[in-house]
T-cell receptor, first 113, second 113 residues
Framework: DAKTTQPTSMDCAEGRAANLPCNHS???????VYWYRQIHSQGPQYIIH???NNETNEMASLIITEDRKSSTLILPHATLRDTAVYYC??????????????FGKGTKLSVKP | DTEVTQTPKHLVMGMTNKKSLKCEQH?????MYWYKQKAKKPPELMFV???????INESVPSRFSPECPNSSLLNLHLHALQPEDSALYLC????????????FGPGTRLTVT
């Protein structure tokens, strides 16, 4: 069963904020929301994660709703290099004994000049 | 430094060849992973090493043979591969096995002819 739902694709103008939504209505109390991205033909890149509170780092901000059923990844000033597939993943901090990352289909973000 | 390096970047090999993929990290991480990614698909876990010991083999054919010579290095030995094994092979590491935050290398693009 899919634990997250993301739009298939989104466009964003260069220099504008990119807001990528993710629905995770079945998230449990001890599961975190993680975001990764994968630029074409490169390895996935960890971006940010959070449990309840909003989080910010040098790459992005993560806004989690109060009921934790959805979240938004914000790239404040998108550049062409941010064009990538963005994956929202719900998981424990320790993803079970296997430690596998379950990547869904993600959102293909295209940043346009 | 959150860098995972992989060599070579590209590899073309025949079905009778023997080759090796190499991965290195100097973050002091004790878990290292091999993933396989086919075009337009998410990465799939192949092997997990924890403290230099193989802890998970996701039913990978024996023509793929992993090796962890020390805590910083991970190899994937390839022998008698099939054309359907052509894919992007990704190495990743995490502080410990099971941690959802993982750092990926750029991958090796393998083509089997």
């Amino acid at each position: 069963d899919a634990k997250t739902t993301q739009p298939t694709s989104m466009d964003c103008a260069e220099g504008r904020a990119a807001n990528l939504p993710c629905n995770h209505s079945t998230i449990s109390g001890n599961e975190y929301v993680y975001w990764y991205r994968q630029i074409h033909s490169q390895g996935p890149q960890y971006i940010i994660h959070g449990l309840k509170n909003n989080e910010t780092n040098e790459m992005a901000s993560l806004i989690i709703t109060e009921d934790r059923k959805s979240s938004t990844l914000i790239l404040p000033h998108a550049t062409l290099r941010d064009t990538a597939v963005y994956y929202c993943i719900v998981s424990l901090a320790y993803g079970g004994s296997q430690g596998n990352l379950i990547f869904g289909k993600g959102t293909k973000l295209s940043v346009k000049p | 430094d959150t860098e995972v390096t992989q060599t070579p970047k590209h590899l073309v090999m025949g079905m009778t060849n023997k080759k090796s993929l190499k991965c290195e990290q100097h973050m002091g991480h004790r878990a290292m992973y091999w993933y396989k990614q086919k075009a337009k698909k998410p990465p799939e876990l192949m092997f997990v090493y924890s403290y230099e010991k193989l802890s998970i083999n996701e039913s990978v054919p024996s023509r793929f043979s992993p090796e962890c010579p020390n805590s910083s290095l991970l190899n994937l030995h390839l022998h008698a591969l099939q054309p359907e094994d052509s894919a992007l092979y990704l190495c990743a590491s995490s502080q410990e096995r099971g941690r959802t935050v993982k750092y990926f290398g750029p991958g090796t693009r393998l083509t089997v002819t």
